[in-house]
């Protein structure tokens, strides 16, 4: 699909604020509201924007262990790949995992309360997902840099021309 100017800036905008009205993102961009909305929508429905959402601090909530877990499975078959992610699909504490390419399969963030919290969750979570043959685990220690949002508009729109 072929991003031009407005979606860009309505996407901008509402990495700003998603809460932002239809009236101030029309302003921002320099439409009117029914333009601004049809794009909106039409955003939502080729997946672009893939929904609203709220940012919540983890250790306000009483989460206060970031954990880094590499896994390495025991086989790479489509059938091992979907059963793996559908076990991490279903462990809430797990925000992120990647399929990535090296010496581990995977790459998965995930949230505890303390080290505890994370030796439980291994037991009796991540221990008992079949076909995992090796795993190491780093707990962060500070974040030096987190960026959720916003996205490089700027390189999407170099793509997009």
Not at 56 to 84: C, R, W
Not at 149 to 161: G, I, R, Y
Request: proline residues 4%; neutral net charge.
């Amino acid at each position: 699909m072929s991003l031009d100017k407005f979606d860009l800036a309505i996407l901008h905008a509402l990495q700003q604020d998603a809460r932002a009205s239809l009236q101030e993102i029309s302003a921002q961009v320099g439409l009117s509201s029914t333009p601004c909305w049809n794009r909106i929508k039409r955003l939502e429905a080729d997946g672009v924007i893939l929904g609203y959402t709220v940012r919540i601090d983890p250790a306000k909530i009483g989460l206060m262990d970031t954990v880094i877990v590499q896994v390495t499975l025991e086989s790479h078959n489509d059938e091992m790949l979907y059963k793996f992610g559908q076990a991490l699909d279903e462990i809430p504490e797990v925000l992120e995992a990647f399929l990535v390419s090296g010496a581990y399969d995977y790459y998965i963030r995930l949230v505890v309360r303390d080290t505890r919290d994370y030796e439980r969750l291994l037991r009796e979570r991540l221990y008992k997902i079949p076909g995992i043959r090796h795993s190491i685990s780093s707990f962060v220690l500070r974040v030096l840099k987190q960026s959720v949002l916003p996205l490089p508009l700027e390189a999407a729109l170099v793509k997009t021309k």
